[in-house]
């Protein structure tokens, strides 16, 4: 019962560069969560889902991209990496009462 | 648009004291919120959630009130033990689940 997992767990691109973070839950939570956690911004919101094939925005959606791919799956996909990205970024899922549970976070470096 | 700050930003103390660490929001329109450990280079790990129709929540030495009328919730930690050094987040929620996160304390127990 692994909970929440993340893949990679860090990564270094290039400016331009494309890469996907996947997220992936055992838990059979139905809404998933992505946000990043930069110092002195803390913890922001960049997409969620309620539920599966449904996705929207949440407080810093530009530049990012998401998939719900079934329930247990929630990825991000970054098309052009900027170093404005280079974040720590996190998945979260919840079920009912939206309690919510995090992933060990992905490490991305833009250069 | 909910507000979220958490004071203090960091706080040291030695072992075995009890300590309160404060949060408080703008809007009282919450659905559930949520306190958070996060130790360095991890992931968040959920201490307690309160629901809107509830008062307080306790686990262990941990235990967490909100009071919706004056926009304030604490995070009461009794007898403190080096291992509780950590960054301790707070969160509310809207009924779509989404959090809006305060900036955390970083809290240092000294043995």
């Known amino acids: 019962n692994a909970g929440v997992t993340q893949t990679p767990k860090f990564q270094v691109l290039k400016t331009g560069q494309s890469m996907t973070l996947q997220c992936a839950q055992d838990?059979?939570?139905?809404?998933m969560y992505w946000y990043r956690q930069d110092p002195g911004m803390g913890l922001r919101l960049i997409y969620y889902?309620?539920?599966?094939?449904?996705?929207d925005k949440g407080e810093v959606p530009n530049g990012y991209n998401v998939s719900r791919l079934n329930k247990r799956e929630f990825s991000l996909r970054l098309e052009s990496a900027a170093p404005s990205q280079t974040s720590v970024y996190f998945c979260?899922?919840?079920?009912?009462?939206?309690?919510?549970?995090f992933g060990p976070g992905t490490r991305l470096t833009v250069t | 648009k909910q507000e979220v700050t958490q004071i203090p930003a960091a706080l040291s103390v030695p072992e075995g004291e009890n300590l309160v660490l404060n949060c408080s929001f703008t809007d009282s329109a919450i659905y559930n919120l949520q306190w958070f450990r996060q130790d360095p280079g991890k992931g968040l790990t959920s201490l307690l959630l309160i629901q809107s129709s509830q008062r307080e929540q306790t686990s262990g030495r941990l235990n967490a009130s909100l009071d919706k009328s004056s926009g304030r919730s604490t995070l009461y930690i009794a007898a403190s033990q080096p291992g509780d050094s950590a960054t301790y987040l707070c969160a509310f929620s809207s009924n779509t689940g989404k959090l809006i996160f305060g900036q955390g304390t970083t809290l240092q127990v000294k043995p």
């Open positions: 979260a899922v919840a079920g009912i009462p939206h309690e919510q549970y």
């Open positions: 838990m059979n939570h139905n809404s």
């Open positions: 889902s309620a539920s599966e094939g449904t996705t």
